[in-house]
């Protein structure tokens, strides 16, 4: 063979494993983008959950509001339309209709209630996620890792290689001299 074919050869080995390092560098680096993404990411699904569980809570409270708002109608109602009840507010304010007296007993307070319960406030929280910006970071800074850690071994594999190459050398040196 030609000494242009070996070393031909030999620089198509080395593109090729340069190749494959930097094709195996992206497949990382893509996989884990993809991985932060699909499960950290805006519309992850972790942030997912988070959302139905916020939902299921305002759902709820929703649900006791309208029975609250039913409960608090019918006092309305009551106060509004009925005249045994106007009448009983009234005394509990101090008045008094014609022929009655007002007696004030110490230590009771038949007070109506007037703590009216009107329901919580709840404020949904925010699904917490890795912006988009970050995972593709990641995913680069971790593909450009993996490419620079393959050069790495591969560079000491051939420093290892041409000392094994010298010793070799040297003992057959050694060997022919004696």
């Known amino acids: 063979m030609s000494i242009k074919f ?4 030999r620089l198509a080995v080395i593109l090729y494993m340069k190749t494959l390092s930097l094709i195996f560098s992206l497949a990382v680096g893509t996989a884990i983008y993809c991985l932060l993404v699909v499960f950290l990411g805006p519309k992850g699904v972790i942030p997912m959950y988070h959302i139905q ?3 299921k809570i305002l759902k709820t409270n929703i649900m006791n509001l309208s ?6 109608e019918i006092e309305l109602n009551n106060i509004s339309a009925d005249p045994k009840t106007i009448e009983i507010y ?23 209630s007037k703590n009216l319960y009107t329901g919580d406030i709840i404020i949904p929280s925010k699904p917490s996620y890795i912006p988009e910006w970050i995972c593709r970071l990641a995913g680069m800074v ?7 850690l393959s050069l790495i071994l591969k560079q000491g594999k051939r420093i290892q290689t041409r000392n094994d190459n010298h010793l070799i050398r040297t ?8």
């Open 90 to 112: 009234a005394h509990e304010l101090g008045y008094i209709s014609d022929g009655e007296g007002l007696i004030r007993l110490a230590g009771f307070s038949g007070d109506i």
């Open 6 to 9: 070996k070393l031909f050869k």
């Open 171 to 178: 003992s057959e040196a050694w060997q022919i001299s004696q």
């Open 142 to 148: 971790s593909g450009l890792i993996v490419l620079l």
């Open 67 to 72: 029975e609250i708002q039913e409960e608090l």
């Open 53 to 55: 569980e916020n939902t």
